[in-house]
């Protein structure tokens, strides 16, 4: 009900606006038409000022179809009257009303045409267009009116044709402009003052046009320039068009009355001063009006730029929030599988390991408990790995490497899969010896395994080989290290080869059923190996097997010297976790390794428990009841004493660089991610066993 009252409301309102327009608007046409016809007249009889049939043409545009009529019913009864009270037969009435009426109505038609329904004008080159459109039909209208009067009121033709097509055409100039910028109900903010200023600068523009004027021996008309200006600044197009309407309604009066220009031009006839006064008006509103559209297109420029960078912060906080949530998904559902994956993958691990009485085919259900657990954390770690890619938070950290050791340590790594299925698996190197390069080694890693799983899973019989070896330089380019991994399996066709290195893509759907994967291998390889500042590609024809092959730049280094082979761990090793099932198997890994092991199952536990001092390294899990594993962190590092010394070691599912950055904020001085890869925690212990440090 309150929504219907206030639609009422607001209806009334703007009806009762356009009622007052057409008030006016009429009022406007009567008073001007009586001036001009009454006051202005040349010796033939023809006005030599005459702005209706723009006012009219501009009422066409603004009002509703009701009003129109009404204002072209009271067109009509001003021409017939003021004509009549004139002294102009019936005959040239209708002659004069019927050319102005066609005038008019041509104009507002035409000026529909340009500028739509509600014509504006928004730059001086639209005012300009819609000016010089208007010519003809005024030249028109001119020409048939003088052709049928001029010899009823025994005048010439020509002579009758030029004052007609002069006040006709100077007032359209002046008039249709103005009376459309007028009349414009689109609010511009750039140039909204309050009503008393509006006031102020018009009048301030009417009191110098009549000081001005009204100086009995020097009349000083280019003072009005300034004033107009100003009120063009200050208010816009809408000023500068008041401002020239103001100026017109002062010194057409006051030229008639023998002041203005009369007192500048005294020996030119009283139609020569009208023009010239109409000319005077048409410079002061041209100029001041292209000021101020300039004024208004930059406000809107700056308006629209403002609008538009609101909108691109908005969809940046929006990409912003979208990213977090993806992170945030990502993580959880990392941990969340990760979790039961260490216990899966560890569990069966040290069976296969500490169970010597297992049967044939019990050893076989291990070994594929540990291949598709081993697929499934594969293809976390890829969605991961993209997704870290994507956002740009994978930094190299090269550091002195042997190509070929890498290479022969990542193809050791998928030599049992190799010999389950019966493949031979070659590896060769042609490098200089004794030489190292500049190379992560993480990385470079892999890219190797992805290619080298890749080639045993898509190879049913035959063999494998991978080489590294040098490759000539371009010219003025650095050497590069030339990768390949080369098969004898299905081989991949053609035409499909260019969609192999995009995300979540393989050669096609049979593969993807058959195989397994989520795609996403070889998209990290390339943005790895495009990172590294190399390229990688891949040479292969259905049936015939596949060669990857991929290069980085070879940047020599110095040697260091090699470390001595790691040893198991033999430490003093407090564990937290407060899952059961992972508490046991970090347990069994450790003490299979030599550790001596105690456990706490929460960081509260384990603050006490470290606190007594002692360990070696501690162990700590991040998600945890009662109090979390960062917050442990930080609790043991508050110690006193040597227990608070022990290097603490994050162990967790969390693996979004955001989060291991939190735990080393946290204090701790390392991360092994679940599934816990024993090689790995074993070489993470021994990097940190016997160290000494108060803080990350």
């Known amino acids: 009900m309150t929504l219907r009252v206030e639609r009422a409301r607001d209806s009334a309102s703007e009806g009762l606006g356009r009622w007052g327009l057409l008030a006016g608007l009429a009022a406007a046409f009567v008073i001007s038409f009586a001036f001009s016809d009454l006051l202005t007249r040349d010796s033939n009889g023809m006005p030599s000022l005459w702005p209706m049939n723009a006012i009219l043409a501009a009422s066409m545009l603004h009002l509703s179809g009701v009003q129109r009529r009404i204002m072209v019913l009271i067109a009509l009864a001003t021409n017939a009257v003021v004509h009549h009270l004139a002294g102009d037969p019936w005959l040239v009435i209708v002659i004069y009303a019927s050319c102005d009426m066609a005038e008019s109505l041509g104009a507002a038609a035409l000026t529909r045409r340009l500028r739509g329904p509600r014509a504006s004008i928004r730059s001086v080159r639209q005012a300009l267009v819609l000016v010089a459109c208007m010519l003809p039909i005024t030249l028109m209208a001119a020409a048939v009116g003088a052709a049928l009067t001029a010899p009823m009121v025994g005048a010439d033709v020509a002579t009758f044709f030029a004052g007609w097509a002069s006040a006709n055409g100077m007032g359209m100039i002046i008039t249709l402009p103005a009376a459309l910028i007028i009349l414009d109900r689109t609010p511009d903010a750039a140039f909204r003052r309050p009503l008393p200023i509006r006031l102020a600068l018009y009048g301030l523009v009417a009191a110098i046009t009549a000081f001005s004027f009204l100086k009995t021996r020097t009349p000083m008309p280019f003072l009005i320039f300034p004033a107009a200006m100003l009120a063009a600044f200050q208010l816009g197009p809408r000023g500068a068009a008041w401002s020239a309407m103001i100026v017109i309604a002062i010194t057409a009066p006051m030229t008639i009355g023998g002041e203005a220009v009369a007192r500048i031009a005294p020996r030119w006839a009283e139609v020569d001063r009208i023009r010239m006064v109409q000319a005077f008006v048409t410079t002061i509103f041209f100029t001041c009006l292209a000021a101020a559209l300039s004024l208004s297109k930059e406000a809107r420029l700056k308006s629209l730029m403002a609008r538009r960078s609101a909108a691109a912060r908005a969809a940046r906080a929006r990409a912003q929030a979208a990213g977090r949530a993806r992170t945030d998904f990502l993580a959880t559902m990392s941990h969340e599988i990760r979790t039961p994956l260490n216990s899966v993958l560890g569990f069966a691990n040290l069976l296969a390991e500490t169970e010597d009485g297992l049967s044939p085919a ?24 993209f997704s870290r890619l994507e956002a740009g938070r994978v930094e190299l950290r090269p550091e002195a490497v042997d190509p070929a050791a890498l290479l022969a340590d990542a193809a050791s790594i998928i030599a049992l899969d190799a010999q389950t299925k019966g493949l031979s698996l070659g590896v060769e190197a042609d490098l200089p010896d004794g030489l190292d390069y500049a190379l992560d080694p993480a990385r470079l890693r892999q890219v190797l395994l992805n290619l080298l799983n890749n080639a045993v899973k898509f190879t049913a019989g035959g063999s494998v080989r991978a080489t590294v070896s040098l490759e000539a330089p371009y010219p003025g380019g650095p050497e590069r290290l030339r990768f390949t991994v080369t098969d004898t399996g299905i081989g991949i066709a053609p035409e499909v080869q260019s969609r192999l290195f995009q995300r979540f893509s393989q050669a096609d759907g049979s593969i993807s059923r058959a195989f397994g994967g989520a795609g996403l291998g070889l998209a990290i390889s390339k943005t790895l190996v495009t990172r590294m500042g190399g390229e990688i590609g891949v040479d292969s024809a259905l049936g015939q097997g596949a060669t990857f092959w991929f290069t980085v730049p070879a940047e020599p280094v110095c040697a260091a010297d090699a470390d001595a082979a790691p040893q198991e761990a033999v430490a003093r090793v407090l564990l937290v976790d407060d ?54 962190a930080r609790a043991i590092k508050a110690l006193d004493g040597p227990a608070a010394l ?14 291991i950055e939190r735990c080393r904020q946290a204090g701790m001085v390392d991360h092994v991610a679940k599934p816990i890869q024993r090689d790995v925690l074993i070489a993470t212990l021994n990097r940190w066993i016997g160290a000494e440090t108060a803080a990350a």
């Not at 050893?363 to 291949?371: F, G, V």
């Not at 603490?648 to 660089?657: E, F, Y």
Request: proline content about 4%; some cysteine; aromatic content about 2%.
């Open 646 to 659: 022990a290097p603490i070691i994050a162990l967790s599912a969390d693996v979004m660089p955001q989060q």
């Open 579 to 632: 899952h059961p099932m992972n508490r046991e198997l970090g347990a069994a890994m450790l003490i299979l390794a030599g550790c001596a092991v105690e456990t706490a199952e929460d960081g509260d536990e384990a603050v006490r428990i470290a606190a007594d001092g002692g360990f070696d390294v501690i162990l700590m899990d991040i998600h945890m009841p009662r109090m979390d594993g960062l917050a442990a």
């Open 362 to 385: 019990g050893r076989r259900k291990l070994e594929l408990i540990a291949q598709a657990g081993g697929s499934l954390a594969t293809i976390v770690d890829d969605i991961l790995d």
